[in-house]
């Protein structure tokens, strides 16, 4: 009797642990639910001191734009590169000492895990429409570079790229949710 309850356990919990697993192939939509709120909460509101160096950037919303179908594994491939371009910016050794550390570290974290979890998907992207959405991206994220270092990635500058970042992860999050794997989604 003791053998066939652990012998079931075991089963069970083998379960439980594949079915557990994060699917291969999709960003998952926790995860980039975390990232945006890791990147708000890292720093709290926007600072009266930063008003004055607050910049307008065109935000490329066709590049996630999606009609279902094959638009929807295209939006993800979007996504995919927004999480790029963020782990590039990221990836500099000024990034500001006001911002809770603990809290940027885990969103860098997240942003790579994110990126390294979803490489497979995009051999299975329909690229017709790519150059569009590739080309606004790259402005977006350009534009938003060259804010870093024209003010020589100065805290306010990183302000204006979290503001920028903050809108970017609500947009999808609001307008892509269906591109994104969700667990547990009520």
Not at 2 to 19: E, G, K, N, P
Request: aromatic letters at 12%.
């Amino acid at each position: 009797m003791a053998i066939q309850i652990i012998t079931w356990m075991s089963a069970f919990l083998c379960l439980v642990q594949v079915f557990s697993m994060p699917m291969p192939c999709h960003l998952q939509g926790q995860l980039v639910r975390t990232t945006y709120d890791l990147l708000r909460d890292m720093g709290g509101h926007f600072p009266m001191e930063c008003l004055q160096e607050n910049v307008f950037m065109e935000f490329p919303a066709t590049a996630f734009a999606t009609s279902g179908g094959p638009q929807v594994r295209a939006s993800e491939h979007a996504i995919y590169e927004t999480l790029k371009n963020i782990d590039t910016l990221f990836g500099t050794d000024e990034l500001p000492t006001m911002w809770d550390q603990q809290k940027l570290e885990y969103f860098q974290n997240i942003v790579y895990r994110q990126i390294e979890e979803s490489k497979c998907m995009m051999s299975s992207v329909d690229t017709s429409d790519y150059p569009i959405r590739a080309e606004g991206l790259k402005t977006y994220f350009g534009n938003i570079a060259a804010v870093l270092k024209e003010k020589n990635s100065s805290y306010c500058a990183w302000e204006v790229v979290r503001k920028e970042l903050l809108y970017t992860i609500e947009f999808i999050l609001k307008h892509n949710s269906d591109s994104l794997l969700w667990s547990n989604r009520s």
